[in-house]
């Protein structure tokens, strides 16, 4: 493994030495092999060979060895033209990831992270309280950043290293003669290693539950390796087929006669392993496009409803949809696979719902068939549902799961919309999503994953999000789908009593909210239906930003709904925060849309304050000062990342990233046109300082009671437009007219969200 100490000290100068004389010896070899120089060659030598008139033991002997000498010219050429392609790309590699290391390890020390010869990140500045130290104290978040910038270079350095190795490792292995074939350079190597260690990969499969541990932890590191290599993929899940596939995970997770691993032991963590690997060679393998790949993913949708019985003999056996469920809640499966293979699952559970023989609970957890496929037993996977299994697929495949949630399952009379089906649980003949033991519905979670990834654009939890483009016709179309979807997810989910009833899925819904905050404040400028006579489409950019008017009241019962939970509260007014400063700055130097869009972002954070109070009022009515301790939290609700940046990407592709809820992270759009205009203005730099520097500190005690509350409330809402006001240079009487006229606005978001007055206080 190559160190960050190694990469950043490496001496290339050698190995540009190896591909300069390699590439000489290559000139010299193609001059023998095929002439061009006048003199003898090897291809001359074949032909004169061919042609002479061999007698006795010569016609045979002689003339055979003569011809098998000339061809091993060619060899040569073919073996010296593929050493010199790796080690010219690896030279190349190499140098890039070296270069890419010292920039990114000099970009950070100016934020004074530093970077150990291990690649760890650590801050190593001066405290932010110490004359002449830096401003702000960089960010837990932002060191954890660097961390993984460096090993990503890390990582692509030692795939380029332990890729070039092994082709000249293969290229050494014979001293007697020269291989027929070569490599075209680094990507084919990896693909013809690929290939090799899928074969030995299938080869150890074919020993299901009989594979040692140590057999099984080879199997990860294989897999690990080709992660990113569709050859091993189509290639192991070809030869292993479709049934194998699902026969060798059932054996390996659930053996039977008493020989399933135990859930705390060894064993058990290693296939916690397996499955997460061997479901993202599966995934990987579903998206190339082959017509063998075809029809494994025709025949694994038809093995969908049939028994996957262990070889141990035990009748009992799972469906093949749930055998193949807990695989795939890791990697991003082919789009139309997802789409085909969830219809035909949702048709099957559906005519097997029977009032006698019960839905979809007793269907997946029958007592007959009580397999463990899902590894760690009872961990943050779904286990036996395997619907959950497909929601968390497409929690991963953005447009996959959009196109799900528009699509239908059934034919003629018994077609039903999946969303119809999986949503409104209180809809005729919706799902009845299954329960634990505690009464919980784990699944709901895994639903919100998959309207997120539809609605958002990007898997749910992906690290390093952003809002997809829109420039090309294609991407607008996907852009409205996407806004069209959460239209729905809106309209349905406007009470807090329809969001309690899917236990799991509020974190969700908040970052599907805070994802959409540009279309939530469009649609909630809308009062009286003043919208299309009031400037609202220009002053948001309606049509360059392509939003969507989501309903004034259901948008403000939809918010109203998920801000009376703390996490979700904060996740959607951070959004709030960073969406109302960026729509100011993006009005550029007129004033008075400016003031516009500033008021109307103090409403919202009205709105959402004052839900939160009602909330911590009725919970904490009878405990005073936990109550306060939990308004004062509300107050200081900056608790997402301290080191946010914004994004340097165009239009409304620039974003603000922010950790939300369960999410790794979520990207708030920009309202602002030019990319940076906001950050580079004094307003814009004054609100993100502010931000960052009031980050919520869960060690503080102190008990600030419901009027700091209040006010810390007001001053988050205030703080961007009072900057704005400072940037344009107001007087005194001025903002004092300003800050008025707010506290009006801040009031009148009080009044929207205001259900309940006598709140315990």
Not at 414 to 441: C, F, H, I, Q
């Amino acid at each position: 493994m190559v160190t960050c100490q190694e990469l950043q000290e490496l001496n290339l100068s050698k190995l540009n030495t190896a591909v300069t004389q390699w590439k000489q010896m290559l000139d010299k070899l193609v001059i023998l092999a095929d002439g061009g120089d006048g003199g003898i060659n090897a291809a001359d030598l074949e032909r004169k060979a061919n042609a002479a008139d061999w007698k006795g033991d010569n016609a045979t002997v002689t003339k055979a060895f003569t011809t098998t000498t000339a061809r091993q010219f060619d060899d040569m050429v073919t073996e010296a033209r593929s050493i010199h392609k790796i080690l010219e790309e690896a030279h190349t590699n190499l140098k890039k990831h070296q270069e890419d290391l010292k920039t990114t390890i000099d970009t950070w020390a100016k934020k004074y992270v530093y970077i150990d010869e291990k690649g760890t990140a650590m801050y190593s500045g001066p405290q932010r309280e110490v004359p002449g130290g830096p401003k702000e104290q960089t960010s837990q978040e932002e060191v954890d950043q660097a961390a993984r910038e460096v090993g990503r270079i890390l990582e692509a350095a030692n795939e380029t290293d332990r890729i070039a190795a092994r082709a000249l490792r293969k290229h050494a292995q014979s001293k007697y003669d020269f291989d027929e074939t070569g490599y075209k350079g680094l990507k084919d190597a990896d693909r013809q290693q690929g290939i090799e260690d899928a074969d030995a990969m299938v080869k150890l499969a074919s020993k299901g539950d009989g594979m040692t541990d140590d057999e099984l932890k080879r199997f990860n590191e294989i897999s690990k390796y080709h992660r990113d290599n569709p050859a091993f993929a189509e290639r192991f899940a070809t030869k292993l087929g479709p049934e194998g596939t699902l026969e060798f995970w059932r054996s390996l997770a659930d053996p039977g006669r008493g020989r399933t691993p135990d859930p705390d032991g060894d064993r058990a963590k290693i296939l916690a392993k397996v499955q997460d690997n061997l479901g993202i060679t599966l995934a990987n393998a579903t998206r190339v496009d082959t017509p063998e790949m075809q029809a494994w993913k025709d025949r694994m949708i038809e093995l969908g409803d049939d028994p996957i019985k262990a070889k141990s003999g035990i009748p009992s056996a799972p469906y093949g949809f749930q055998v193949l469920g807990p695989l795939m809640t890791e990697g991003k499966w082919d789009t139309a696979f997802l789409n085909k293979y969830g219809e035909k699952m949702l048709e099957f559970e559906r005519k097997s719902d029977d009032p006698v023989l019960g839905g979809p609970k007793e269907l997946w957890e029958n007592r007959f068939n009580p397999a463990q496929l899902s590894y760690p037993p009872g961990g943050t996977k779904p286990d036996s549902d395997p619907v959950a299994n497909l929601m968390e697929a497409l929690g991963h495949n953005p447009e996959a799961s959009l196109q799900f949630f528009n699509g239908s399952s059934g034919k003629g009379d018994d077609a039903m919309s999946n969303w119809d089906y999986l949503v409104n649980k209180d809809g005729e003949g919706a799902r009845e999503w299954p329960t634990d033991d505690d009464g919980k519905t784990t699944g709901f979670k895994n639903l919100g994953h998959a309207l997120e990834s539809g609605t958002l654009g990007y898997a749910y939890d992906d690290k390093d999000p952003s809002v997809p483009p829109m420039t090309t016709k294609e991407q607008i179309e996907a852009r409205e789908q996407r806004t069209a979807l959460m239209d729905r997810v809106v309209d349905h989910y406007k009470t807090s009593d329809m969001i309690d009833k899917q236990d799991g899925i509020r974190d969700s819904l908040a970052n599907m909210a805070a994802g959409h905050i540009d279309s939530l404040n469009y649609s909630a400028a809308n009062f009286g239906g003043s919208g299309a006579h009031n400037g609202r489409d220009d002053l948001f950019g309606a049509e360059r930003n392509h939003l969507r008017d989501f309903d004034q009241m259901s948008s403000t019962s939809f918010l109203r709904a998920l801000a009376t939970d703390k996490d979700a509260y904060e996740t959607v007014s951070a959004a709030q925060q960073i969406y109302g400063s960026s729509a100011m700055a993006g009005q550029g130097d007129d004033v008075g849309d400016a003031k516009r869009i500033g008021m109307h972002s103090i409403k919202m954070h009205g709105m959402l304050d004052e839900v939160r109070s009602e909330a911590i009022g009725h919970e904490f009515a009878d405990v005073k000062e936990d109550r306060n301790r939990e308004l004062e939290k509300q107050g200081e609700w900056r608790k997402f990342a301290a080191g946010a940046a914004i994004g340097t990407v165009a239009g409304v592709g620039a974003a603000v990233i922010v950790p939300a809820g369960a999410a790794a992270a979520i990207a708030v759009p920009l309202a602002f046109e030019t990319a940076g205009s906001a950050a580079e203005t004094h307003f814009g730099t004054q609100t993100i300082d502010w931000l960052k520097e009031n980050e919520f500190d869960n060690t503080d005690e102190s008990v600030a009671g419901i009027d700091k509350a209040r006010q810390d409330g007001e001053n988050n809402a205030m703080t961007p437009l009072l900057n704005w006001a400072q940037s344009q240079g107001m007087s005194e009487d001025e903002i004092y007219d300003l800050s008025v006229e707010a506290e009006r606005e801040y009031q009148v978001g009080n009044g929207r969200t205001d259900t309940d007055n006598s709140r315990g206080y």
